[in-house]
Every structure is written in C-alpha cells, then in structure tokens.
C-alpha cells in the first residue's frame, strides 16, 4: 500500500537523476553534479527561489533526451552527431509533467550558444540556459581521476576560453566568484554529493501527491521504454494489467491507484542495460542475462531510495521472483511474496506474451493463458491471480490495449 503520502520532490528527482546515469560508470552522478554547479551559480546570479528550484529541477534532468547510455556516453566525449535532437526531445518528455513545465524550455535551450539567442542575457530563460550551459560544459571537463584541487584553475581557464560568442561573460564571472571556495570544488567531486544535495538544494519542502507520482510515473516510463521500438508500450501494459487486476481481486482504491505506478516503473533497472542487450533479436548468452538480472536490483534500489514508497518498491522490484524461490534477485519464496508482488509479475508475463517481438507475433488468449497456467500449476506464479485473469481476460485485455494506444501515441509525437 502506498504509505503516508508524502513523498518529498528532491528525494524523487535526486533518486531518478541519479538512475539516469546508472548506464555507465563514466557518467556517475553526471546529471546531479551539473545540477550543483547550476544551483551555485544561480544563487551567485541572484535567482529568486522559484526559478532557481527549476533551473536545478532542470539540471538534474538536462539529457534525458538521450535515452540510451550510448547517447548518453557520446554526449559525455563532446561526439554526439546531432546536439539538438536531444534538447528538442528532452523539452517534450519533460512537459508532459505539469510540475516539471517549467524546466522543459531550459532543457531545450541548454546547449544554445549566446550568439543565438536574440533577447538579452537579463531575460530569465536564457540566464538559466546558460547557465545551464556552463555547468554542463564544466562538468564535462573534470577529470575523474585527478585530485580535484589540482585542476580547478585550469578548468577556470578552460571555460574562461569559451569565446563570447558560446557563453555570456557574466558566466564566466559567476563561476569564478563561487569557485574561490574549496567547498564549492570538494562538495561538487564529493561521492556524498546526493546526501548533501537532500539536505540543502531546491524542492525539499515540496510534497509529491499520488496523483502527481502517478503522472511522474508515466514520464519514467517512457524514459525507459522508448529506448527500444519493440517496449514502446510494454510498461504502459503492465500498468493497466495491474491495476486492473487489483481492483478485481478486491484491493483498496489507494492500492489500485499506487499500482499503476508500481506497473509503469517495473522495469526501471532496465536504464542501467544497454540496447546492445535490450534489443537483441535472439537468445541471450549467460553473459547478457546476468545483465538482465540487474534490472529488478536497480528498481529496487531506486524506488526504495526515494522513502515513502517502499511498497510500491516492493511490488514493482519483485516482478521476476517466483513463489518457489527460483526467481531473481533477492530468491524470495511465497511467504515473503505479498497480493501485489504476485499480480505486477503475472501483468508483466501476461502483457509480454501479448505483445509483437522481434521474433514472434502477439499470442492469442489460448495461447497466453495455457503458458501462464502452466506456471500458475507448477507453483511458481499465483494460481488464484491467474484465474481470475482468465475469467476477466477480454475486459483485461482491452484496457491493457487502450492504455498502451495512448503509450504509443505519446511516442509518436515525441520523436
Ligand atoms: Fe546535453
Ligand atoms: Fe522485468
Ligand atoms: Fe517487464
């Protein structure tokens, strides 16, 4: 059940930041250590509080228009072939959520250069942008394996060479009078740089509600399903299967509502793997299914890093577990394996066999339900959940299908 309601903004945005980065090591805490750079500076500049929490807001999520960790990489190195489709696609996603709204332009607008913009640098949106600019372009000049205060004069100097026409020269003097301190340079290195974030940046006060959670829910989502064109809508599934399922089985409305989201972020682990895996048409090798296996650890880490909603991590973390212990990760057994843990894993294999693959076509009901009663007789998925799908099947797959339409759309005009 979804706890006591409050679920705290820069708890929610940290944790899903720092997952975004989880794709390869090179990028650790990439997002959230721009974020602080652009939080400074902007304090440096004088930004009132509501448009300094956006411009952070917006930092912590400033490429997560490049969806997989190979864009991603690319963007790190300075080798991406196309800046501005990242930007253009990271604005989209980001205003699909009211709260995130105001982020979405500054997100747009983070790699254009002064010499673009036709209104002064006094106008709010191209003071956050570039700043934006600047603490992404600094960051992206650290190196990782130096002592930090052995390369901050050069790195002043570095960016202090960026010509006029990239960056406005007030960024240049606001970095500098905030990189006289050490602090700023050992706090933005520090591996502890989450926590001290938690406990001063922007968004602390700010109270998620499920309804808000939910939408948040489907944001994510498509952060992780339309990396690949075949799970464009695989969580937009789930998310309706589960729920609906729930509300059959007699759970509360509160429950219902917090499986939606438990559905839509299942598979949020999956951002740590990459496409080279996702996307392969064919077996996987042991190799890549350890990969794999990942997936439900990240979820489980994320979701229950965020605090007040642990079990919606639960439900949405245990989807591979089986009643007999021979699932993954955690190898729980149906004593451990609550209502709402059984139903997110028939709705994920229930949603899955009704999907296209690569390598075969959706499968009709016979087909599905043989497959999933025959886990349901061996023990290793709930009986009683999958009988009550079979009953309701029609009513459950049409709903699956209506949501993931919507899904399908939202990609459409996304990209
Ligand atoms: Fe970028
Ligand atoms: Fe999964
Ligand atoms: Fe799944």
Known sequence: MYHNGTINLL???????????LGSPILFQRQIRSAFVAWQLGQAAS???????????????????????????????????????????GGRLLQTVPIFEPCAKIVRYHHRQWRAWSEPIENQLVLQSQILFLADTLERFINREQYILHQNDELISRVSSLSDNQIHPLMIDLLKSVARREDFWLDLT????????????????IEVELGQLIIISEFVRNLIDFRSKFTVTHSAGVSAAASMIASLFGLTELETESMKVAGNLHDLGKMAIPNSILEKNGKLTD??????????????????SIGGIQQIAEWAAFHHER?????????????????????????????????????????????????????????????NIIKLLDANYEQIHWLTNEAQKKAMDTYLQIY
Do not use: W
Request: charged share 20%.
């Open 190 to 205: 520090s591996p502890r740089l989450y926590s001290i974030l938690l406990h001063s940046a922007p968004g602390r006060g």
């Open 47 to 89: 930004l009132p509080p509501e448009p300094l929490k956006n411009l952070f807001m917006a930092a912590l999520f400033h490429d997560l228009g490049a969806l997989s960790p190979d864009e991603k990489v690319a963007l790190y190195r300075g080798q991406a072939e196309n800046l501005d489709a990242h930007c253009v696609r």
């Open 323 to 383: 009643l007999d212990g021979s699932g993954y990760p955690f190898h729980l057994t149906s004593k451990q394996l609550g209502i709402g843990s059984r139903i997110v894993s028939i709705a994920d294999i229930f949603t899955a066999l009704a999907e296209e693959r690569p390598y075969r076509h959706g499968m009709n009901k016979n087909d599905a339900m043989s497959i999933l009663k025959d886990l349901g007789n061996k023990r290793l998925l709930d009986i």
């Open 11 to 21: 708890n929610l945005a940290l944790s899903l930041s720092d997952a975004l980065d």
């Open 287 to 304: 190799e890549e299914f350890a990969v794999i296996r990942q997936h439900t650890y990240v979820t489980y880490m994320v979701l229950s």
